[in-house]
């Protein structure tokens, strides 16, 4: 089911000092197929132990807007997919994070913070806004840690800063 997705993005310095509301061990794959590029990821809330799998295609319509076409799958198909990641000749990578969950205690959104544990130490918050000009309340547990907004910046894409397979 195809959603709109309007996001900001914010690299930090640090993860912030609060309890987050729960934290998501993630894998996500990526491979090309016919010049489009598909993901699937596996998700397992550190919290309740929670596991699901996820495909999605993301197709950017501007900066920090995108159509997100997105989907439950087996664990099956997503092992299925990883080995097809491994074992085709098709463009593919991987990227591992835990994404830390925080509340947003001025409004109904929340803060997904994500620490990348590939080759690198980085750490990216972004939150989900209704629409495009929706004014954010960054909240000081947030803001203090802020280096730099870079929403719309490729090179802070998921996919950008994964580690390529083949």
Not at 74 to 80: D, I, P, V
Not at 81 to 97: D, T
Not at 123 to 150: G, H, M, Q, T, Y
């Amino acid at each position: 089911m195809a959603n709109l997705e309007i996001e900001r993005k914010f690299l930090l310095k640090s993860l912030p000092k609060i309890e987050p509301k729960d934290s998501i061990k993630i894998e996500q794959l990526y491979l090309k197929k016919n010049g489009i590029w598909e993901r699937l990821r596996s998700w397992e809330s550190e919290k309740t132990g929670k596991k699901k799998w996820i495909h999605t295609v993301k197709t950017s319509l501007g900066k920090g807007v995108n159509l997100e076409d997105e989907y439950t799958v087996t664990e099956e198909e997503f092992n299925l997919f990883k080995k097809e990641c491994f074992n085709s000749n098709l463009e593919s990578r991987m990227i591992f994070k835990t994404r830390h969950i925080y509340n947003n205690p001025n409004s109904k959104l929340y803060w997904e913070v994500d620490e990348f544990h590939n080759d690198y130490k980085l750490i990216v918050a972004e939150i989900e806004i209704p629409r495009k000009d929706f004014n954010i309340d960054i909240p000081k547990w947030i803001s203090d840690l802020i280096l730099l907004e870079v929403t719309g910046l490729k090179q802070f894409s998921n996919r950008s800063l994964s580690l390529k397979i083949r």
